[in-house]
T-cell receptor, first 112, second 115 residues
């Protein structure tokens, strides 16, 4: 399966700390995306990194991509209680244009 | 744009009843996806459409599930007859063909409870 796998499954930190989540996948990709899901809501796109990029920033988010290791990481700096959510990585696949393959997600809890 | 619209937001029904979930994608988007999310199985892709044509329905659990997209602005997911194991949150998402970006926009979901 192309499905990405996030690690850890759950992460609990204090406000102000950094949170790092990892994603591994199995086959070649065009791009990798990270999504966030608040409890009871739909997934929301956070950031996309293309296969020819190694790092990308958006506000307090930093994403890295290592295509040789087929892995990505999402770093949230100076976390806030409002960052509490599930975070999913999603990859595409050359043979199935338009479709994304989601992992099971990392549940992040940020304590005030 | 109002985003992806799903209805109803909550549905409680009894086993054996027919359930119809509805989705209005973002205008101009040519892909539509139906997902199911449970604690046990995570987020599962059930079926997706491109330009109103079903592309892959291999994720549909069984013949009790069917999906249609009669036009670019409306899709339905029907379960008949429903069973307790169908209880889940069902999401609709849409995206537009734009090179290889494929960003999907999710609706708020329909929480289905089958008693």
């Amino acid at each position: 399966s192309q499905q990405g796998e996030e690690d850890p499954q759950a992460l609990s930190i204090q406000e102000g700390e950094n949170a790092t989540m990892n994603c591994s996948y199995k086959t070649s990709i065009n791009n990798l995306q990270w999504y966030r899901q608040n409890s009871g809501r739909g997934l929301v796109h956070l950031i996309l990194i293309r296969s020819n990029e190694r790092e990308k920033h958006s506000g307090r988010l930093r994403v890295t991509l290592d295509t040789s290791k087929k892995s990505s990481s999402l770093l949230i700096t100076a976390s806030r209680a409002a960052d509490t959510a599930s975070y999913f990585c999603a990859t595409d696949q050359f043979s199935t244009l338009g479709r994304l393959y989601f992992g099971r997600g990392t549940q992040l809890t940020v304590w005030p | 744009d109002a985003g992806v619209i799903q209805s109803p937001r909550h549905e409680v029904t009894e086993m054996g009843q027919e359930v119809t979930l509805r989705c209005k994608p973002i205008s101009g988007h040519d892909y539509l996806f139906w997902y199911r999310q449970t604690m046990m199985r995570g987020l599962e892709l059930l079926i997706y459409f491109n330009n109103n044509v079903p592309i892959d329905d291999s994720g549909m659990p069984e013949d009790r599930f069917s999906a249609k997209m009669p036009n670019a602005s409306f899709s339905t997911l029907k379960i008949q007859p429903s069973e307790p194991r169908d209880s889940a949150v069902y999401f609709c998402a849409s995206s537009e063909t734009s090179g290889f970006t494929d960003t999907q926009y999710f609706g708020p979901g329909t929480r289905l409870t089958v008693l």
